[in-house]
Nanobody, 127 residues
Framework: QVQLAESGGGLVQPGGSLRLSCVAS????????MGWFRQAPGKEREVVAA????????YYANSVRGRFTISRDNARTTIYLQMTNLKPEDTAIYHC????????????????????WGQGTQVTVSS
């Protein structure tokens, strides 16, 4: 089982920026798809951004497109989420997820497609 460790959350003012990181380790097969999901109090978990680690298949939620950028390192064991122009409605626990399969585009937004999950990191946007 792949283990995921997120970092980089915190408190930021509206309009500010944060960069989240997620490191994958363990497992018999490395991840081929990784992504970020978030869950606010009283709401369901929703996709933020996800990507296949090879190629260019990337998914962004409409609410973050143009403000957030998902990227990976060359070793394909770490992904990042650069968040800019943050809004109060971005406040949530952000979870990293991965799967050993190279998921198709239509599956990137479905949390049930991902086998491994991190504990999450809190992002709070408030003045």
């Amino acid at each position: 089982q792949v283990q995921l460790a997120e970092s980089g959350g915190g408190l930021v003012q509206p309009g500010g920026s944060l960069r989240l990181s997620c490191v994958a380790s363990g497992g018999t097969s490395g991840p081929r798809t990784m992504g970020w999901f978030r869950q606010a109090p009283g709401k369901e978990r929703e996709v933020v951004a996800a990507m296949r680690l090879s190629g260019s298949t990337t998914y962004y939620a409409n609410s973050v497109r143009g403000r957030f950028t998902i990227s990976r390192d060359n070793a394909r064991t770490t992904i990042y989420l650069q968040m800019t122009n943050l809004k109060p409605e971005d406040t949530a626990i952000y979870h990293c997820a991965s799967d050993t399969r190279g998921l198709i585009y239509s599956s990137l937004s479905d949390p049930t497609s991902f086998a491994s999950w991190g504990q999450g990191t809190q992002v709070t946007v408030s003045s």
